[in-house]
């Protein structure tokens, strides 16, 4: 992220202004141009699963189309669905990521090229009638796929409690209440997230936020 996003976060928050200082330069690095299909099936395969086993089970669903990196949309509409839930997907991932190819292959889900010059209401309004897909899986695509500049991911449980221990407060933020503080943000809200993500960090005895899915 730029120069100007820090200077501007800075000067409209003196608070979270300290944390910048303390980290030092964003370092969050967006892997643009990654298809969409592509994300999204690595995201659903992580969902409610630690980095090693998600990976793991990845692996095995790719491991299933020797002759290619990734499976297509095509490869996976295929495959029986025991095959994918003897590498290790779940019932409901299994039926997610069918839906998903299903809806790539009409072009619902759109390609690089195309996602590229949607908005992000745009693609929040396609990409949640994919089943498994929410706001949040949504969010980290336009962060950390799209790097789009001003996306504030207010239900992020690593965020919310990254507002908390920054601002001293006791309980986590309501979503609607980060919403309306993070105003003060724009248009830079991306950067102002990823800096709650490493005000954890930062702090003795408190969890890393977990976005290996992502990074």
């Known amino acids: 992220m730029t120069e100007e996003a820090l200077q501007h976060l800075m000067r409209a928050d003196r608070t979270l202004a300290r944390v910048i200082r303390k980290v030092g330069p964003c370092r969050l690095k967006p892997k643009v141009g990654r298809n969409p299909f592509e994300t999204l099936v690595q995201s659903v395969t992580y969902q409610q699963l630690n980095g090693t086993a998600a990976a793991t089970i990845l692996g095995r669903v790719k491991a299933l189309y020797p002759h290619r990196r990734f499976p297509t949309p095509a490869d996976l509409l295929d495959t029986p669905d025991e095959r994918l839930r003897a590498a290790g997907l779940s019932r409901a991932k299994t039926a997610a990521v069918k839906d998903l190819a299903a809806k790539t292959v009409t072009g619902l889900v759109p390609s690089s090229r ?23 899986t949504v969010e980290m695509l336009l962060i950390f796929t799209l790097g789009r500049p001003d996306v504030l991911p207010a239900t ?22 980060l919403i309306a503080f993070g105003e003060r943000w724009r248009p830079h809200r991306t950067t102002a997230a990823w800096y709650l993500w490493r005000a954890l960090e930062i702090t003795p005895n408190t969890p890393k936020a977990d976005n290996t899915a992502w990074g």
């Not at 195309?114 to 949040?136: C, D, H, K, Q, Y």
């Open 156 to 177: 992020d449980y690593g965020v919310r409690k990254g507002f908390a221990q920054v601002y001293g407060l006791k309980e986590l933020p309501t979503p609607k209440k």
């Open 114 to 136: 195309a996602i590229a010059r949607m908005s992000n209401e745009e693609i929040f309004e396609r990409l949640t009638t994919v089943r498994g897909v929410g706001p949040w």
